[in-house]
């Protein structure tokens, strides 16, 4: 069986969990809506995804039934226009959604946002990022030299499903940025590259540690220079203790935001030898300042563009995810009861 659906391009490399007819009825019995129940249309080939195929998916990837309703979020919020997954599915880049579970359901389910939060070693994170690129995969058709041109891809396409570490956060839950309440549980997808690991063992100010996370957001090799004008997000996942740092110095997320916003700027002498300057795509008022080899342009258009996580265990290690620029927001749904 391993071999057979290896040979058939239905598994992203990795052996699959047999999808039985038993265990994909328990799957949809769990999401609570009809196997034929149309999901949408799964971008670049447009096959229909209907409940039950998303959960055939979910058991290849070895989801238990109480994970299939994020499963079936994730699936929708990446079909929200603004998320535009047909580029991302399709790109050159090492592009890949990143799936982070909020509210009472991500502890419920034992999704971790602690220690290892990016991955390995807990079940509910692996096999949920992996459902949502399985569907991508087999209904999408999203496989390399396909109609997958990612040019290296990256580990991150595998799957990467995370929720933050609420015990140790001095911040709420960022879905509460988007209107939620802490109560309620949701689910966010962000379109990332796969971390970059920011080491900060020393500061004991904001600005200092804040000046290194912006060194590694502002490489002159990101996507985010050269496609900022309209939306280009950034995350940021701040370990509990960098965000103790700043929040004990008075520091909300807003104030961080603030901060990397005016601090991660380049002048326009640096950016016109970067890997994108002739296809960049900038609004006119930023390509008015092409003109300035002094002038500075942001990385973002503004500041809550910077979206700010925080998660991992103890340590002083935090993460910068950049994406492809500005052809892509982050969605946030609710999860159904």
Known sequence: MQDWFADNGWTDGLPVVPPTPEAVAAMVEAGGEPGD?????????GAVATVEKVAVNAVLAGCKPEHFKVVLTAVRALLVPEFNLYTIQTTTHPATPMVVVHGPEARRLGINGKTGALGPGTRANAVIGRAIHLVLTNLGDAKPGVRDFATLGGPAKIGICTTENVDDSPWPEWHTTRGFSPDESAVSVFCMEGPQSVNDHDSTTPERLLDIVGSVMGHIGSN?????????????VLAPEHARLASDAGWDRTAVQRYLYNRVRRPVSELSRGGQWSPRTWSPWMNALAKQPDALIPIVEAPEHIVVLVAGGPGRFSAVMTNMGNITRAVTLPIPN
């Open 37 to 45: 129940a149309e999901v949408g249309e799964i971008p670049p080939l």
């Open 224 to 236: 985010n220079w050269f496609a900022s004008d309209t939306g280009s997000e950034i995350v940021v």
